[in-house]
């Protein structure tokens, strides 16, 4: 059964830190692009960081040198480590996968896979 699960969202005041995860299950995870995209109140769906399968990162201009996407191939899973958060990063936070490379990466219709979000809240 394919699947993404996220889990570590949460609640913290503004300057804060969270870590939120994503947890692959039923394909081969160093294969595939993975994202992560948020959506905030009344916002369309946004990338907020990407790894390709080559390693390399992209990230947001808006949280350049606050986020960090980390992968643990041996878990099959993904992380998203946010520091210095701001109440601007409150939102529902997905993470995605598609296989191969994805040009531009923060295209949400490039992703096919998606799991059910986790909520972070910047107060």
């Known amino acids: 059964h394919v699947q993404l699960v996220e889990s570590g969202g949460g609640s913290v005041q503004a300057g804060g830190s969270l870590r939120v995860s994503c947890r692959a299950s039923?394909?081969?995870?160093?294969?595939?692009?993975l994202g992560w995209f948020r959506q905030g109140p009344g916002t369309e769906r946004e990338g907020v960081a990407a790894?390709?399968?080559?390693?390399?990162?992209y990230y947001a201009d808006s949280v350049k040198g606050r986020f960090t996407i980390v992968e643990d191939n041996a878990k099959n899973t993904m992380f998203l480590r946010m520091n210095n958060l701001k109440s601007d990063d409150t939102g529902l936070y997905y993470c995605?996968?598609?296989?191969?490379?994805?040009?531009?990466?923060?295209?949400?219709?490039?992703?096919?896979?998606w799991g059910q979000g986790t909520q972070v809240t910047v107060s």
């Open positions: 995605a996968a598609a296989p191969g490379y994805i040009t531009p990466w923060h295209v949400r219709n490039h992703y096919n896979l």
């Open positions: 039923g394909f081969r995870f160093t294969d595939y692009a």
């Open positions: 790894i390709w399968p080559s390693a390399s990162k």
